[in-house]
């Protein structure tokens, strides 16, 4: 009787969602809009009945719902995007969230709402909608316009920051406090583990991938991709993150693979009905008579929405030096709140922190600004010329010298390929470090259960750390390796900017030697303390340290060209992926 229930839930469901969504495609509308309101139609709150029986189980439908759309969202994501988008894209998307963060904050304290849900409105106002946006600028046949092309960048920023706001909330919501130690501490390791994550996951997925396709059967390419997908979830739950995070992450990672085309191909349509049902799951949860008592609220939250994100994207791409009419289409076509708001809402529900009152407001709010969304990108360039005919003549000669002074502190030359070249060492140095940080906390994670492997041979409990994290420093050798040289590049490159002939006379080359060796060596001496500091549970004592460091030496000095080969091996490895041909030049 439960399967039959369930298919007659089903059959509603996708019924109603098809002739709600024919109907709003014919009317120009969002179809996600159309999810929402099949939802209401069918749920409990409609009179004159409920349709749906089984609620529970199209909750966990929805939630596979969640899955495969982060999952296809990180499909479309690109590290290669995400290193173009510049600097109007990182401080549109900081102040935007930043602002609309407090102002969804300060809005929940007006009311009289809990801590709770006030920092989880602020989240769910922070993020605005890469579906609704793409789809009102491909209606307006505007996609390929260049402050499209911000938006785009806008929106590949939000998107990592978004994750990042959801494993916040989700840390807050369990420790029940907003610590400033705690909050550096969850985007330190939320940071960490996407860095290592992409980088392995690169480095393996792309190629297992590879070797399915050669098989030629869309079954089996489908069955894997869905296997790494569930599997990559369950790993980051198991490591307490959210399974949105491993969903985008796992999409993220498969986006450099070569079967790209074909993965989106294959998992569009499973995501579309599973995303058809978590659309529609919200608007079963929608009750008009929360929606009637809480109208004031919703009515403010809009004008927020809008007028705070017009405002914050508008002068953050201003700020990054685009022009005024360019800056006020960009904030125009990100205001409205979405998908990622839909799932910061359903996150607080899950973790019984938020009030039963925030969802349906979220959703109210986000299908009004949805609605507004195309209404707001046309009256972007009227409203600009308005604005400019009503500017002061002072004003808008600021604006100018402003502008003027960001293209004259712009690198000319030569500077531009130095600081290309501090910026790429810096970034190697980083994810090499990354990754050795990355050893050192899996092996303190793993300590007792290798304690207990190694009991049989090894009694003693300061042998057992001694091998540990013996083991955890030779794993991590060719990264140090790597970072240590890269180090010492960047130094020399430095000594020879900063230590000039005609200030250092005859000492120039020594001075420079010095500045050489130095710098390398006291940065891999804090970056010991770090590592030490950081697997202090599994630090043997001096004496053994001492035995691992001269051991670690010797094998440095022996293996110095096998360690530098086998790290450059994977370095070509991760290049190669990162840079081969996928996307056939679309846009987004």
Not at 210 to 228: C, H, I, P, R
Not at 356 to 380: C, G, N, Q, W
């Amino acid at each position: 009787m439960h399967a039959i229930s369930f298919i007659q839930d089903l059959a509603v469901i996708m019924l109603v969602a098809g002739v709600v969504t024919v109907l709003f495609h014919r009317l120009r509308q969002p179809v996600v809009l159309g999810y929402i309101l099949a939802g209401f139609i069918i749920g409990p709150h409609t009179p004159p009945f409920g349709l749906i029986h089984d609620e529970e189980t199209i909750k966990i439908l929805a939630e596979l719902g969640v899955i495969f759309l982060m999952f296809f969202l990180g499909l479309e994501f690109s590290l290669r995007k995400l290193f173009n988008v510049g600097a109007t894209a990182f401080i549109a998307a900081l102040l935007e969230i930043g602002l609309m963060l407090w102002i969804g904050y300060e809005i929940g304290s007006f009311f009289g709402w809990s801590k709770m849900d006030s920092l989880f409105l602020g989240g769910i106002l922070a993020i605005s909608s890469t579906t609704i946006i793409v789809k009102a600028l491909s209606d307006l046949k505007l996609k390929n316009e260049r402050f499209a092309q911000l938006i785009f960048g806008v929106l590949i920023v939000e998107d990592i920051l978004g994750i990042g706001i959801i494993a916040l909330l989700s840390g807050i919501a369990v420790s029940g406090s907003v610590e400033t130690g705690e909050v550096f501490a969850t985007v330190g390791k939320l940071s960490l583990f996407m860095v290592v994550a992409l980088v392995i996951g690169i480095l393996l997925v792309p190629r297992i991938l590879a070797y399915v396709a050669k098989f030629e059967s869309n079954e089996m390419l489908l069955v894997t991709v869905l296997g790494l997908c569930f599997g990559f979830c369950l790993l980051v739950v198991k490591l307490e993150y959210s399974m949105v995070l491993g969903a985008f992450l796992i999409g993220a990672i498969m986006a450099e693979s070569r079967q790209l085309p074909q993965i989106e191909r294959l998992i569009e349509p499973v995501r579309d009905m599973f995303s058809a049902i978590f659309f529609v799951a919200i608007g079963l949860l929608i009750d008009p008579a929360i929606l009637v008592e809480y109208a004031w609220p919703i009515l403010v939250i809009t004008v927020a929405v809008i007028v705070g994100k017009v405002v914050s994207c508008s002068l953050g791409a201003f700020i990054a030096g685009n022009d005024g009419r360019t800056s006020l289409r960009v904030g125009m076509g990100l205001s409205q709140i979405g998908e990622f708001s839909f799932i910061i809402a359903a996150l607080g529900m899950t973790l019984q922190v938020t009030s039963h009152f925030l969802y349906p407001v979220a959703v109210a709010v986000s299908a009004i600004t949805t609605l507004t969304t195309p209404y707001l990108i046309r009256a972007a360039d009227p409203f600009s010329n308005k604005l400019a005919g009503l500017m002061p003549e002072r004003v808008a000669r600021v604006f100018g010298l402003y502008g003027d002074w960001l293209g004259s502190i712009q690198p000319q030359g030569q500077n531009v390929m130095l600081l290309g070249m501090i910026r790429r060492i810096l970034l190697q140095v980083a994810i090499n470090i990354a990754l050795v940080i990355a050893i050192f906390l899996s092996a303190s994670y793993f300590a007792v259960p290798l304690a207990a492997y190694l009991e049989p041979w090894v009694a003693a409990q300061n042998l057992q750390k001694a091998l540990v994290w013996g083991g955890a420093l030779l794993l991590s050798l060719p990264f140090l390796v790597a970072a240590y040289r890269k180090l010492k590049a960047l130094a020399m490159l430095l000594a020879e900017l900063g230590v000039r002939p005609e200030k250092a006379g005859r000492h120039t080359v020594r001075v420079r030697k010095v500045i050489a060796e130095v710098i390398p060596l006291v940065s891999l001496a804090l970056i010991m303390v770090l590592l030490m500091a950081l697997s202090a549970s599994i630090l043997p004592t001096g004496e053994a340290l001492l035995v691992i460091g001269l051991v670690a030496v010797a094998a440095i000095t022996l293996l110095w060209r096998w360690l530098i080969r086998l790290h450059s091996r994977m370095q070509i490895a991760l290049l190669e992926t990162l840079e081969q041909d996928k996307h056939g030049g679309d846009p987004h």
